[in-house]
């Protein structure tokens, strides 16, 4: 059964989306165990409409939407407005196996830094490997070059002749 939520805490609610001000817990429940009105509702997607628009324009809401009052409470200076969160740059798929493998080379184990590096598909595209995280690993450039189509089986062997003292080729 959901919780009822009270008109006053849907209107804080409302006003905080509209102020920036960070939410808290002010229902019952988390929200989507809240029984909702339909007028709430349309409040909290009005407050958010009007959020998403003073975004847009860098301007605050009109005054003519929809805000209620505060209970009285002793004034508080204005909220400063956070700056908006900048989302951190992605990682391309290289530089991702690159760092789960410790930034070294997966056959030979030396250091590798992103512009020397190759993603290899183990069991090659062109014999039906697939671009999935169990075929794919990052290795020298030039070694990748090297080992081209060559099957799994052949390209061990050719890691494993060297007895441990295994050097990817240099360009």
Known sequence: MKTPVS????????????????LGQLFPARMSDCDFTEPQRQVIR???S???ASQKNAKPPPH???????????????????PPIQKPKTLSKLSKMLYL????CFFCGEP??????SIEHLN??????????????VCHASLNETFGA?????????????????KCPMP
């Open 7 to 22: 008109d006053a805490s849907v209107a804080e609610y409302a006003n905080r989306i509209r102020e920036r001000i960070p």
């Open 46 to 48: 009005q407050a958010r």
């Open 50 to 52: 009007d959020r998403k």
């Open 64 to 82: 003519g939407a929809t805000q209620t009052k505060k209970p009285a409470k002793a004034p508080s200076p204005p909220a400063a407005v956070p």
């Open 101 to 104: 493998q410790s930034n070294r």
């Open 112 to 117: 590798l830094k992103e512009e020397d590096a």
């Open 124 to 137: 090659p595209k062109s014999r039906g490997g697939t671009s999935s995280e169990d075929n794919e690993v």
């Open 150 to 166: 060559m099957d799994l089986k052949r390209k061990f062997a050719f890691v494993l002749q060297s007895n441990g003292s295994f």
